[in-house]
T-cell receptor
Framework: NAGVTQTPKFRILKIGQSMTLQCTQD?????MYWYRQDPGMGLKLIYY???????DKGEVPNGYNVSRSTTEDFPLRLELAAPSQTSVYFC?????????????FGEGSRLTVL | DAKTTQPPSMDCAEGRAANLPCNHS???????VYWYRQIHSQGPQYIIH???NNETNEMASLIITEDRKSSTLILPHATLRDTAVYYC??????????????FGGGTRLMVKP
């Protein structure tokens, strides 16, 4: 099984550019999440989705947008890249929001904004 | 969700048990304790979780004190591949926000030969 797949793995952007980080999962999970991790820090939730067509903000949503048109895909959009968005981005999914607590994470996308 | 306190770093000899403590003194009755780990540059990996009883799986054991204000993750025979940052997280089960796990700083475990 592929699990959670993120692309690209690495990207360098100039200030003001836009891009989309792709995330897809093949486990038929309803819940999907985007986290960012700054160097030496823990993960912070950007956006999450409880199912196709439903998204909501996490702790640090400013500067990002998401969509969830299918169960499998949960892309993260950066509209006007800023140096503060230099980080490692992790996508995750889980079966249910209730009890399991087991999130499956992708390998991460390392973004640098110069 | 309750906050957790973990030591920033620990060392363990290879083959010995690694005991990672976590303090969650403000935990409420419906909050679970979760443990994840993050090996360098990889996505976090789920290890184990529990409510009040001790739990064991193929990776680790979770010991929760009777008052639930602290817990210990035990890796019974640590290997070099267990070197990672270990996160202790508490959260309410069943809320509408899904599994919104809040990751703090964690404990950086270094397993040494």
């Amino acid at each position: 099984n592929a699990g959670v797949t993120q692309t690209p793995k690495f990207r360098i952007l100039k200030i003001g550019q836009s891009m989309t980080l792709q995330c897809t999962q093949d486990m038929n999970h309803n819940y999907m999440y985007w986290y960012r991790q700054d160097p030496g820090m823990g993960l912070k939730l950007i956006y999450y989705s409880v199912g196709a067509g439903i998204t909501d903000k996490g702790e640090v949503p400013n500067g990002y947008n998401v969509s969830r048109s299918t169960t499998e895909d949960f892309p993260l959009r950066l509209e006007l890249a800023a140096p503060s968005q230099t980080s490692v981005y992790f996508c995750a999914s889980s079966r249910t929001g209730r009890l399991t607590g087991e999130l499956f994470f992708g390998e991460g996308s390392r973004l640098t904004v110069l | 969700d309750a906050k957790t306190t973990q030591p920033p770093s620990m060392d363990c000899a290879e083959g010995r048990a690694a005991n990672l403590p976590c303090n969650h003194s403000t935990i409420s009755g419906n909050e679970y304790v979760y443990w994840y780990r993050q090996i360098h540059s990889q996505g976090p990996q789920y290890i184990i979780h529990g409510l009040k009883n001790n739990e064991t799986n193929e990776m680790a054991s979770l010991i929760i004190t009777e008052d639930r204000k602290s817990s210990t993750l035990i890796l019974p025979h640590a290997t070099l591949r267990d070197t990672a940052v270990y996160y202790c997280i508490v959260r309410v089960a069943g809320n509408n926000a899904g599994n919104m796990l809040t990751f703090g700083g964690g404990t950086r475990l270094m397993v040494k030969p």
